[in-house]
Every structure is written in structure tokens, then in C-alpha cells.
């Protein structure tokens, strides 16, 4: 019998969807990371600050297992993780354990990160968790400098207990948000929050451009393809322009944050959002009336539909520790299936150790399970743009869009000179 994927024992906050969002976000904070006692096997951890996190869990459950070792947890706050780690780290006082991205895409990369020679080289103990094909996103100059933590599946989410149809296609998208209630919306949108605009955009982007092409960033890393020259971006920003023409956000959506998520969600208001999978996982804990599902975004009609399915976290450890050895262990006995497991469990994704053969049936994946077992997935595109600046662009200008202060061929165009300035 294949592996069935159990629900997550987890509680949303509104922290943990900021989290859950495929870019590691920071909050906030004038404190240096605290320092673990001395003992051969401590070390200190941070993570985004939230309530039951699942990197917290992983810690105990260490602990649990290497009776005498401490750990230090040292979680960030949430809202400015990145900006507060990056310090950290060029400080030198950052915790021995971090959690980064893989790839370039964010200011928190693994790879942005190991050649600033901020993150120490990992043991090959870690290495059989990466896959050939993500390599890259690991490893600079065959040193491995991220250990990925699980699997996550990125699609919408959408609250089935009210009885609205989720839309079969994009056209019919727009009839659904036109028809709904004038205090209900299909979506709900963080629209002043960067991250989350472009979330939305790179999930509709799914059908409008990946299902056709999935290599579509190795081809524009090699100049094959741009922005403002493939047909399917430029169809997914004026579908968003589109989507608000035709109620599908919840009304002020271009100056909302993610609070508009969670009180939607939970409040009913909204039925669905653009967040990863673990968060609706965990966010349907706080909102034990709702049917919280993963769902592809609507294809055009006569298209397939699309999803992503990658490792999008990792943790590494800071060049300026002195607990190398001691966070080193830690990081191989996360590398055993159990404990991979069990944080997969706790954060609502799947295992790193692997999606092939996992019963997806009864899950909140069920909606995309078929398309995980027929491989229409790829990995989440964010991880292996050529830096920062074309996902922040991207986010920022979804807001343009709603307000709008861009069009889409200007937000194209800003796209493809944000790629070319590596």
C-alpha cells in the first residue's frame, strides 16, 4: 500500500500564511540571535516566527531523540524575516541553523546566500535529497550549501463547504466571481503585499504558460523566450486586471495584507486565496468549518491545467558558526525518512524523500492528485529566476495593475529588464 499523506497537526496564525508563501518573509527585530549553552551537540535555530511552527516542532522532536542537547530556537519575526536574517548573517552573529530558499530568486537564497560566503558547505550526508535536476538550486562549484526540508504543492486553495462549483476553466472563472454575492469573493488578495500579488500571478501563470511550457525558465535564462514576448504572461496579467473588473477579489484588494486571508477564509467572506498547500492545511486548524482544498488555478478552455510541486525551503548553516559539527548532525538525522516525515507532517507538504507513489486521495491535495500522478507539475519557477529584483518587480506591479498605475506591457517589459540585470 503507498504512503497515505496525513492532514498537518497545526493551527494557522496570520503569520504562518505570510510564511506559507513561497518567499521567506521577516519581521521586524533589534535582537541578535541568542547563543546555546555549551555542549558539543547544541546549537541555535531560526526560523519565521509563528504559532505551532513546524521548524519549532522539528527542534523538540530533536531533542526528544539526543537527550542533553539544546537547542536555541531564535524565530524572527514573520512580516521581516529576510531583511533581519540577511543582517544577521552579514554580522556574523546569525543562528548556526537558518531556514533559506533555494536557488536565486529571493534575497534569502541558497545560492545568492553561499556566494556571499555566508552559508557554510554541508556534508555529502545531504546531498541524496536533492534530486539532479535541483542541483542548482543547491550547490555552487559541487558544494552543497541547503538542505531541503519537504515538498510543496502550489495551486489555489478554495473552500468547498459553501457549495460554489470551482471553475473549470479561466472563462468560466469570471462568470463564477460576476454571479457570487456582493459580499463574497472567490478570492482573497494580500494585494498590498508584494509576495502575495506575485504568488497570484506565478499560480495563473501555471496554465497560461508552464502547462505549454514548463521549461520556459531554463529558455529565458538562455534568451530563448521573454516576458513581454510570450503570449501566456502577457494573458495571465490582464487576466488579473480582468479578475478584478469582475469582482473576483474582495473589495479593496490592491491595499489589503494578509490579515484579508485569514479573516476571509475564516470569516467566510472570501472563498479561496493564492497560497501554498501547507497553508491551507493549517489554515483550515483556525477554520474548522471550512473544506480547504489545493486546486489548480481555472486553465483557458481547451488547455490543461497546471500546478507546481517543488522544494521551496531549506535550512543551512551560517559560515560564521561555531557549532558547525553540532548543527551538522542535526541536518544528517533530518535526512533520515522518519524525521523528514514528521516535519512534512507538521508543516501540511509531503517528504523530501520523495512525491512518487504518495495516496494523495483523502488528503487536501485530492483535487490535484491526478494531475501529481500524470507528472503535470514543475518545479516553483520563483527558485530559479535569475535574482530578487523580477519576483519583487512582479509582486509590486500586480498592485500597479489593480490601481492602476501599469499596464501590461509595461509590467512585461520591467520583468525582462529586472531578469537582464543580474
Known amino acids: ?3 497515505t499523506l496525513t492532514p498537518a497537526r497545526t493551527r494557522v496564525t496570520t503569520g504562518l500564511t505570510a510564511v506559507a508563501v513561497v518567499v521567506a518573509l521577516a519581521g521586524c527585530s533589534d535582537s541578535s540571535a541568542s547563543t546555546p549553552s555549551a555542549g558539543s551537540l547544541d546549537f541555535s535555530f531560526s526560523y519565521p516566527s509563528t504559532e505551532n511552527s513546524p521548524y519549532a516542532a522539528l527542534a523538540e522532536r530533536y531533542m526528544e531523540a539526543n537527550p542533553g542537547v539544546t537547542v536555541t530556537l ?25 531556514m533559506a530558499t533555494p536557488g536565486s530568486g529571493t534575497t534569502l537564497s541558497v545560492i545568492s546566500l553561499a556566494q556571499a560566503n555566508l552559508l557554510a558547505p554541508l556534508a555529502e550526508t545531504n546531498a ?29 486553495i478554495f473552500n468547498e463547504a459553501p457549495g460554489v462549483a470551482y471553475p473549470e476553466s479561466s472563462e468560466e472563472l469570471l462568470e463564477t466571481c460576476a454571479a457570487l454575492d456582493g459580499g463574497t469573493s472567490l478570492f482573497a488578495l494580500a494585494g498590498s503585499v508584494p509576495i502575495n500579488g506575485g504568488i497570484a ?10 502547462a505549454e511550457n514548463p521549461d520556459w525558465d531554463a529558455q529565458r535564462a538562455a534568451g530563448e523566450v521573454s516576458f513581454a514576448g510570450t503570449e501566456g504572461w502577457r494573458a495571465t496579467l490582464q487576466l488579473i486586471i480582468d479578475m478584478k473588473d469582475a469582482g473576483c477579489f474582495q473589495a479593496g484588494a490592491e491595499g489589503s495584507g494578509f490579515d484579508a486571508i485569514v479573516n476571509g477564509i475564516g470569516q467566510g467572506t472570501s472563498l479561496g486565496a493564492f497560497i501554498p498547500g501547507g497553508a491551507a492545511v493549517e489554515l483550515g486548524r483556525s477554520s474548522p468549518e471550512a473544506e480547504l482544498v489545493v486546486e489548480s488555478f481555472p486553465a483557458p478552455k481547451g488547455a490543461k491545467p497546471f500546478i507546481f510541486a517543488s522544494s521551496d525551503y531549506a535550512v543551512s548553516i551560517s559560515e560564521a558558526s561555531e557549532r558547525k559539527e553540532a548543527a ?16 512534512a507532517d507538521a508543516s501540511g507538504t509531503i517528504p523530501i524523500t520523495g512525491i512518487d507513489g504518495i495516496d494523495l486521495t483523502n488528503s487536501t491535495y485530492a483535487p490535484v492528485a491526478q494531475l501529481i500522478a500524470d507528472g503535470q507539475y514543475t518545479q516553483f519557477p520563483v527558485n530559479i529566476w535569475s535574482n530578487p529584483s523580477v519576483f519583487d518587480k512582479l509582486g509590486s506591479g500586480v498592485q500597479a495593475l489593480l490601481t492602476g498605475q501599469q499596464s501590461v506591457d509595461g509590467l512585461l517589459g520591467e520583468l525582462d529588464a529586472a531578469w537582464d540585470s543580474k
Not at 533581519?84 to 552579514?90: D, E, H, S, W
Not at 543547491?138 to 489555489?156: A, C, K, M, Y
Not at 506565478?202 to 504558460?209: L, S
Open 201 to 210: 500571478a506565478v499560480t495563473i501563470a501555471a496554465t497560461n504558460v508552464y
Open 328 to 343: 551538522q548532525a542535526f541536518l544528517d538525522w533530518f535526512a533520515e525518512p522518519e524525521n523528514a516525515e514528521g516535519y
Open 128 to 156: 541524496a535529497l536533492v534530486d539532479e535536476g535541483s542541483k542548482s538550486m543547491f550547490f555552487v562549484d559541487g558544494e552543497q550549501f541547503g538542505h531541503p526540508t519537504d515538498i510543496s504543492i502550489t495551486g489555489t
Open 1 to 3: 500500500m503507498p504512503p
Open 74 to 98: 531564535n524565530p524572527i519575526p514573520s512580516e521581516n524575516y529576510d531583511s533581519v536574517l540577511r543582517t544577521q548573517l552579514q554580522g556574523g552573529n546569525a543562528s548556526d541553523v537558518i
